[in-house]
């Protein structure tokens, strides 16, 4: 079948290269796609946001099925496109409706559909520029640090931790009435601090049954021992080494299962992954946000593990025929670290040529933000490329990745070199 994938980060890399082993997929374009995938699929210049432009590809190349890589155009309801068109209602997305999409699009949504659900969280508040004395003031009830979140869709940077109230206050305003995250903080979101150690939970469903993949834990700040800014992640790791049976019951029994129902008792049409992001407090675990896609830079350690044809788990998706396939995983470790440009979170150049990667043996390079320009690779982005290795532990992984990562050069290149330091 042909299949379109929208997005062009090293997420969407990971997904092509998977589901072009399945013999069912005859033909796949990638939307705008990167250079990674233009050496595999056919790169399509179209924005996953332009719905007429999706629509008359789709059409014209007679299409099969759209898989949806990134947030947005799930939360501008790219499903509900598909299924209100009639020359496109037969063609299946993967991803949830726009109302499902609301769990990432919107903290409060998600917030309210987690406590209306019974699903363990942390207490908060919901506030705009017209409570903001009352979000002040909710802050002094709360112990330091203090969790201000942009309710909007932020790409991974509307979230501040801060230790002293007077500066939460500040920040609350400075997000509130001067518009930090622009829209998307014209409503945050302040929540009680959580202490323990953070994993992601990733789930695929067809609105009724489910499959839970193989968990992962990602490393977001920029600098080692994870401190400065935040990213959209240097590096991760699955299986996560302290998620025991135990962990992994309480999870599928208190949060993915309730999860799952409580969409279908709220009639939210959800055929796509969710993402849990999860801290294990004292071995309790709880929900600290929801993804309505998979993670990246955790793609690039999930995909790989599994050893199902992607492209059946979506057909039975489509089908509501999830709990009739089987999802098999690789028992073996799988990390990822993200090379990624100087300066990055921050300010950094583009268009720096990369060479190496054709030295590369034993691990896979999964690009993000790269493009072939006259035949040469350069970066196109902050995160630059991602190197995955398998190895009987993380350890031994994690040693595959750097040693590879020794073979790549460009101009500034930068990548934490203690990615799995914590475990």
């Not at 500066?167 to 400075?174: D, I, Q, S």
């Not at 700040?221 to 996560?240: C, F, Y």
């Not at 709990?323 to 979170?345: C, F, K, N």
């Not at 595959?400 to 475990?423: A, H, P, V, W």
Request: net charge negative; proline share 4%.
């Amino acid at each position: 079948m042909t299949i379109l994938l929208l997005g062009s980060g090293g997420r969407e890399h990971a997904l092509a290269w998977k589901m072009l082993q399945s013999d069912k997929c005859s033909k796949l374009f990638v939307a705008p796609g990167n250079a990674g995938t233009e050496a595999i699929a056919k790169n399509i210049n179209i924005s996953p946001t332009d719905f007429e432009a999706i629509k008359n590809f789709v059409l014209q190349e007679k299409v099969e099925m759209v898989v949806v890589g990134p947030e947005d155009p799930l939360v501008a309801g790219i499903y509900d496109f598909f299924k209100n068109d009639e020359a496109l209602q037969n063609i299946p997305v993967i991803g949830p409706s726009k109302k499902g999409a609301q769990l990432e699009g919107s903290k409060e949504f998600a917030k309210e559909f987690l406590v209306k659900h019974n699903i363990p969280t942390a207490a908060y508040g919901s506030f705009t520029k017209e409570t903001l004395e009352k979000g002040q003031k909710f802050l002094e009830t709360l112990s330091p640090p203090y969790v201000l979140k942009a309710d909007g869709l932020a790409a991974g940077k509307g979230v501040l931790i801060i230790q002293d109230l007077e500066e939460a206050k500040a920040e609350l305003k400075n997000m509130l009435v001067d518009e930090k995250f622009g829209q998307a903080s014209s409503k945050v979101v302040i929540e009680e601090f959580l202490d323990g150690i953070e994993l992601s939970c990733f789930v695929l469903t067809d609105g009724k049954s489910y499959k839970i993949l193989p968990t992962a834990k990602d490393y977001k700040r920029i600098g080692e021992g994870d401190t400065g800014l935040n990213t959209g992640g240097m590096g991760a790791v699955s299986p996560v080494p302290f998620a025991d049976a135990v962990l992994l019951e309480k999870i599928e029994n208190r949060i993915v299962k309730p999860t799952i129902d409580g969409l279908q008792k709220d009639g939210i049409e959800y055929k796509g992954f969710v993402f849990i992001g999860l801290i294990n407090v004292k071995n309790e675990p709880m929900v600290i946000e929801y993804n309505v896609r998979m993670g990246d830079p955790e793609t690039e350690v999930v995909i790989p593990r599994l050893t199902s044809d992607l492209v059946e788990l979506f057909l039975a998706v489509a089908d509501e025929k999830l709990d009739q396939v089987s999802l098999e995983v690789d028992p073996r470790s799988a990390t990822t670290i993200m090379v990624v440009s100087g300066g990055y979170p921050e300010e950094y150049e583009k268009g720096k040529a990369i060479s190496g990667i054709e030295n590369v043996t034993d691990s896979i390079v999964f690009h993000a933000g790269t493009k072939t320009v006259d035949g040469q690779v350069v970066t196109n982005g902050g995160r630059v490329l991602a190197v995955t290795s398998y190895g009987d532990n993380f350890k031994e992984a994690i040693q595959k990745s750097y040693q590879n990562i020794d073979k790549l050069k460009f101009e500034k290149m930068y990548f934490r070199k203690d990615i799995g330091f914590d475990l």
